[in-house]
C-alpha cells in the first residue's frame, strides 16, 4: 500500500511539473511576442541627427523642434559657425547638415561624394543698408566704401560677382571687411551715411536700433537680374551612407522640413516666439519682421538641382576654391 502511494505521488508531482513548465513556457512565450513587436514599433523610428547654423538657415526647422508627432525622432544641434558643423559631418556624427551652399560643394570634395543636396532651405537674405536713401542703382556705389563680412565667404563672393557684372574694374569701390555682421551693423551706427552688406535677421536688428538705416538694395533682386533665378543661400545635405540606408526616413525630414517651413513662414509671430527661444534672435519683435525677408523655402527635386548647380557654377568661375576646386557632380544632387 505503501508504495502504491509512493508511487501514485510521484506521478502527481511529475504532472505538475509537467504542467508548471507548460505555463512558463507559454508566458515566455507571449513576453517574446510583446518584446517583439515593441522592438518592432522602435526600431521603425529612425533617429536623424540634424546640424544647423544659427540664422536664417535653421529657421525652416523651427517647428519640427517643437513637433513631436513626426515619424522620425530628431536630435538637433545649433551652431554659429559651419566649422563647428563640418568635423561633425566628417565624422559621421551628424546625418543631416544645414549649410551655405558653397560650403555643401567644399563638403562634399571633402567627403569624396559622400554627401549630397536634398533641398535648398534659404534664397538670399543679403541686403545693401544705409542711412543714405540717394542710392537708386548699383553703379552709384561706384567710390564708395562697403562694410561687409569676411573676405572670402558667400556674402564677398555675391558682392563681387554682382559689381563685376555691372561693370565694376578693380578699385572702383573700397571693400572693408569685418569678422562678424554685428561690426557691420555697429559701423552703421555710428555713421549712417555708410553703407553695408548684412544677412538677415542682422539687418533687420540694425534698422530697429537706427530708424535712419534702411535697405537699399536687396541683393536677391540684383542676382536675380543677372541670373533670371534666385540665390541660393542654405542647403540641406544629408550623408550618402545614411541616405543608402535609410531613404524612407530621409524622405519624411524633406515631408516635415517643408511643412515646418510653410508653417514659420504663415505664422511669424510663433516662428519668431520659437526663434527667441533657439537663440537665434534676440528679441521676437525683430525676428517677426525678419522672418518674411529670409526667404525661408524647402526646394526640392529637379528645381533644387538647377537653381543651386547654376549658383554653384558663378561662384566657380569666380574662385574655383569657393566650391572646392571643381563642381560637384551629378551625384551631389538627390532627386527622389
Not at 541627427?49 to 526647422?61: D, E
Not at 533641398?119 to 567710390?143: A, E, F, P, W
Request: with cysteine.
Amino acid at each position: 500500500m505503501k508504495d502504491r502511494n509512493k508511487n501514485n505521488k510521484e506521478m502527481n508531482d511529475k504532472s505538475f511539473l509537467r504542467r508548471l513548465a507548460v505555463c512558463v513556457l507559454a508566458i515566455s512565450l507571449l513576453c517574446g511576442l510583446l518584446t517583439g513587436c515593441g522592438g518592432a514599433g522602435r526600431e521603425e523610428e529612425t533617429t536623424v541627427r540634424i546640424g544647423a547654423l544659427k540664422g536664417p538657415t535653421s529657421m525652416g526647422l523651427l517647428n519640427m523642434m517643437k513637433d513631436e508627432t513626426t515619424s522620425n525622432h530628431y536630435d538637433f544641434r545649433m551652431a554659429t559657425t559651419a566649422d563647428e558643423i563640418l568635423p561633425l559631418m566628417l565624422k559621421g556624427e551628424l546625418d543631416i547638415a544645414l549649410l551655405p551652399a558653397n560650403v555643401a560643394a567644399v563638403l562634399y570634395a571633402k567627403m569624396q561624394g559622400n554627401i549630397c543636396i536634398i533641398d535648398v532651405n534659404t534664397l538670399g537674405v543679403l541686403y545693401m543698408v544705409s542711412g543714405d536713401q540717394s542710392y537708386k542703382d548699383i553703379r552709384d556705389l561706384q567710390g564708395k566704401t562697403i562694410y561687409l563680412t569676411g573676405k572670402g565667404t558667400t556674402p564677398d563672393y555675391v558682392l563681387q560677382y554682382i559689381l563685376a557684372e555691372n561693370g565694376f574694374g578693380e578699385g572702383d569701390c573700397q571693400l572693408e571687411y569685418k569678422s562678424e555682421a554685428t561690426e557691420v551693423a555697429s559701423m552703421l551706427a555710428v555713421n549712417p551715411e555708410a553703407i553695408g552688406l548684412l544677412p538677415q535677421p542682422f539687418v533687420t536688428a540694425a534698422c530697429a536700433q537706427n530708424d535712419t538705416l534702411k535697405v537699399v538694395f536687396d541683393m536677391n533682386e540684383e542676382w536675380n537680374k543677372l541670373q533670371g533665378s534666385g540665390m541660393v543661400t542654405g542647403v540641406t545635405v544629408v550623408r550618402r551612407d545614411f541616405l543608402e540606408k535609410n531613404e524612407e526616413a530621409v524622405k519624411t525630414f524633406l515631408d516635415d522640413h517643408a511643412a515646418s517651413t510653410g508653417f514659420i513662414n504663415e505664422h511669424p509671430a510663433e516662428g519668431a516666439a520659437y526663434a527667441v527661444e533657439a537663440g537665434i534672435v534676440a528679441k521676437e519683435s525683430i525676428a517677426q519682421k525678419a522672418i518674411p525677408e529670409c526667404n525661408i523655402t524647402c526646394v526640392t527635386g529637379t528645381e533644387m538641382k538647377d537653381m543651386v548647380s547654376n549658383y554653384l557654377e558663378v561662384l566657380y568661375h569666380q574662385a574655383p576654391e569657393a566650391v572646392g576646386g571643381a563642381l560637384p557632380g551629378e551625384d551631389f544632387y538627390y532627386i527622389p
